[in-house]
């Protein structure tokens, strides 16, 4: 049985700091790229970041980057996202999204939602002004 499992997100000060954390379990972890989504009340789920399955390509919206980074640790099935700089409208529901990824695009990241099989609950990151 295929589990992802979110977790770190919280309340924070505008300018403040988290680190969400993404276990899978039931997959064999370092053949599937992965990526964070997030969805705030009343708007579309949007792509945030996402990581080959080698970890050696990444990509992040133009909202984030420069102050979040995604990474992850195949050893430890876990991927992560640095959040640094919040600001209010960072405020959304993170979620945490894997697909398999055959051997000749290791270094292939996907953006698109429907692009995933495995989906996380998600996890609240609330930034206030």
């Known amino acids: 049985q295929v589990q992802v499992v979110e977790s770190g997100g919280g309340l924070v000060q505008a300018g403040g700091s988290l680190r969400l954390s993404c276990a899978a379990s039931?997959?064999?972890?370092?053949?599937?790229?992965m990526a964070w989504f997030r969805q705030a009340p009343g708007k579309e789920r949007e792509s945030v970041a996402a990581?080959?399955?080698?970890?050696?390509?990444?990509y992040y919206s133009d909202s984030v980057k420069g102050r979040f980074t995604i990474s992850r640790d195949n050893a430890k099935n876990t991927v992560y996202l640095q959040m640094n700089s919040l600001k209010p409208e960072d405020t959304a529901v993170y979620f945490c999204?894997?697909?398999?990824?055959?051997?000749?695009?290791?270094?292939?990241?996907?953006?698109?939602?429907?692009?995933?099989?495995?989906w996380g609950q998600g996890t609240q990151v609330t930034v206030s002004s």
């Open positions: 999204a894997a697909t398999r990824s055959p051997t000749y695009s290791a270094n292939r990241y996907y953006t698109e939602s429907y692009e995933y099989d495995f």
């Open positions: 039931g997959i064999n972890f370092s053949s599937y790229a």
């Open positions: 990581i080959s399955r080698s970890g050696s390509s990444t």
